[in-house]
């Protein structure tokens, strides 16, 4: 499914030189999710939409029962500790919210052979009251008591299979083989129930957050965003599908568009089937120039990050706040949402450092160099589980490791792409910077261990937020 403009495989920098009224850094968008008044208590009806980030607010207030359980203060202080932390914090507000055993508890009984389709009907035939109700799990005929082990089984069995890709929701992501990105043509497999699949996805992830459970399925990293209301950007973009991304970019590099016949339309493919979309009303009638080549850009920023799979991402939003707390929310980042709802991975060190690759100023000397033996010696000593997993987020784009380990990690073309660090002179860059299509991570040649240490932390941190550390 690609867009109607030609590809272009070049390898381009983030600056655009070309085309001094349009800055790619500083185009961002954040989705606002609107309720729509009803009277239905188990299912809200919704509408979402991205607006620009500097329209777009988020409620820092949060009251239950006429109890005040959060304010901007909590959020501000809450926002700088340790993720550890944070999310005692978050289940700290969660637990005000769940409702008391004795007031009435939920029981989910479900068939092993109809797994998903049993979860589904039970899930969703519950009111928004009772999504925050303490939860019971049980396989029919099976006598297990759950204490915690068939809750926590449940939620890996159903996330992965709700996950998989045979299923038809959802699909790898172009740039990264491990995050899954929604399926534009989900209604295809699942033509009568699709967007209930999606709804029922919202819910059990809200949950998970909730019980402090795990999801199984890495998605790309600006449903993230969606999710805790975070500014998207072009890097998102870039991030998701790269290759489209550089076949934008270099349009702003061009002095006359004609040539390229360009409208306000991408083409989509389903089954073998084509048809145009337009990005905004008659867009198949409005020619691209040079004087509204900016609007062309964020019109396919919108689409490709929101607009072409709307429908399946207002249900899953509407389904996860069916019990998450916004305001709660606003204290996590992209990457560190990701990591409570799929865990810390276990990460074999010795298995990454011996599929690293070299290159650059590093390609001859390699391990033996005094910069590489510093960084390895500040991630295996210095860096703690979540800070590893977020050097793995930072230059791969997920914490994800494959099942067979480092040898196998692929890059956006789905060919194996090792690990890879790529010196550069510490005149061209105070940080590090990282190249998630090709798992790469251009490192400065640093004067000091204690300096290395300092800039890759400050840049792995950073890299949740959206913000350029530049």
């Given at each position: 499914?690609?867009?109607?403009?030609?590809?272009?495989?070049?390898?381009?920098g983030i600056d655009v030189d070309g085309m001094e009224s349009f800055d790619f850094s500083k185009s961002a968008y954040v989705r606002k999710l609107t309720f729509l008044e009803g009277n239905d208590a188990r299912m809200r009806t919704g509408t979402v939409?991205?607006?620009?980030?500097?329209?777009?607010?988020?409620?820092s207030r949060l009251v239950h029962q006429n109890k005040s359980l959060l304010g901007y203060a909590d959020i501000a202080t809450n926002q700088t500790k340790p993720l550890e932390e944070k999310t005692q914090w978050f289940q700290s507000i969660c637990s005000q919210l769940t409702s008391p055993w004795e007031e009435g508890h939920v029981k989910l009984v479900i068939r092993r052979r109809a797994l998903l389709s049993d979860s589904v009907d039970a899930v969703m035939s519950l009111g928004r009251d009772e999504m925050r109700k303490r939860w019971r799990i049980e396989f029919l005929n099976e006598p297990a008591i759950d204490a915690g082990g068939v809750t926590r089984e449940w939620f890996q069995l159903v996330s992965e299979q709700i996950f998989d890709p045979d299923f038809g929701l959802w699909q790898s992501s172009v740039n990264n083989q491990m995050c899954m990105q929604i399926n534009p043509a989900s209604n295809v497999s699942c033509p009568d129930d699709h967007l209930v699949y999606f709804r029922f996805l919202g819910r059990i992830m809200g949950r998970a957050l909730?019980?402090?459970?795990?999801?199984?399925?890495?998605?790309?990293?600006?449903?993230?965003?969606h999710m805790l209301g975070w500014p998207i950007t072009f890097e998102d973009l870039e991030a998701q599908d790269e290759e489209y991304y550089q076949s934008l970019k270099k349009f702003t590099t061009m002095d006359d568009l004609s040539v390229m016949c360009l409208d306000f339309t991408v083409t989509e493919e389903t089954l073998g089937v084509r048809r145009d979309v337009e990005l905004i009303p008659g867009g198949n009638m409005k020619e691209v120039t040079k004087d509204n080549l900016s609007q062309y850009l964020e019109a396919n920023l919108r689409y490709r990050m929101m607009d072409?799979?709307?429908?399946?991402?207002?249900?899953?939003?509407?389904?996860?706040?069916?019990?998450?707390?916004?305001?709660?929310?606003?204290?996590?980042?992209?990457?560190?949402?990701?990591?409570i709802l799929c865990g810390l991975p276990t990460i074999d060190m010795e298995d990454w450092q011996s599929n690293t690759i070299y290159s650059g100023l590093l390609e001859l000397k390699g391990k033996r160099d005094q910069c590489v033996k510093w960084f390895w010696e500040v991630v295996n000593d210095d860096f703690d589980q979540e800070m590893k997993a977020r050097l793995l987020q930072f230059v791969t784009g997920t914490s994800g490791v494959p099942t067979r380990g480092f040898?196998?990690?692929?890059?956006?073309?789905?060919?194996?792409?090792?690990?890879?660090?790529?010196?550069?002179?510490?005149?061209?860059?105070?940080?590090?910077?990282?190249?998630?299509?090709?798992?790469?991570?251009d490192l400065p040649n640093y004067s000091s261990k204690k300096e290395l240490y300092?800039?890759?932390?400050?840049?792995?941190?950073?890299?949740?937020?959206?913000f350029d550390i530049e």
């Open positions: 499914q690609t867009g109607k403009h030609p590809v272009d495989g070049d390898t381009l939409q991205l607006v620009p980030a500097n329209e777009a607010a988020v409620d909730f019980d402090r459970q795990l999801m199984k399925g890495h998605m790309v990293r600006h449903l993230y965003k072409r799979t709307k429908p399946q991402l207002t249900e899953m939003l509407l389904g996860f706040f069916d019990i998450v707390p916004e305001p709660a929310l606003t204290v996590f980042d992209a990457n560190e949402l990701e990591l040898s196998v990690l692929q890059g956006n073309d789905g060919n194996i792409k090792k690990f890879c660090i790529h010196g550069v002179d510490r005149q061209q860059y105070m940080y590090p910077r990282a190249h998630t299509c090709f798992n790469r991570i300092e800039k890759l932390k400050q840049a792995v941190t950073l890299s949740g937020t959206g």
